[in-house]
């Protein structure tokens, strides 16, 4: 059984370097799930697919529907880790970028602040893997999800006994194959 997982295609919403209050951080987030996505030309070698599963975020579907030619299961259990500002630092303006560390360590650390805990985003990829053995255990299984959720899903697959490249930082487009 192999499984491809494939980032989604780069989002066309970039934040302009400016500060950010918590609040706006969270409506700029709301606005990156929601954007567009470009459009590229990445061969994928789809022979060897039998079947497509991507999250329910618009820009993983778009690139499911995209990059493979049949139909395609969509799922919320493929989605990314939400992040959210920590409201706590009320009107302290920050960089983007420094929000989006602050985010994923609360995430990390199982902060109140962030809607999932770690160990849910955990039992989460541990059960979409139970999901697809069970359901597609003697197909070739191609994965459109999201960056953060992706990294967690390879160390489940890995500790389940899948052979692949461990994944640092997912580039957007790209396939990682996993074999058991």
Known sequence: MKIGLVRHF????????????????????????????????????????????????????????MIYPGSVIVTDQLREIEIQSIHALGNLKLPCQMWMVMGRIAWFFSHSSQAERKNETVDRARHTIEWIEEHYSNRNVLVVSHGAFMKVLTQELFKKGYRGKGLMNPRNGAMYIYEK
């Open 10 to 65: 780069k989002v066309i919403h970039k934040h302009d370097g400016s500060w950010m209050t918590s609040d706006q951080f969270n409506s700029w987030v709301e606005a990156y799930n929601n954007a567009e996505i470009e459009d590229t030309d990445l061969e994928y070698g789809l022979s060897e697919w039998n079947v497509c599963i991507s999250s329910d975020l618009s820009r993983a579907v778009q690139t499911a529907e």
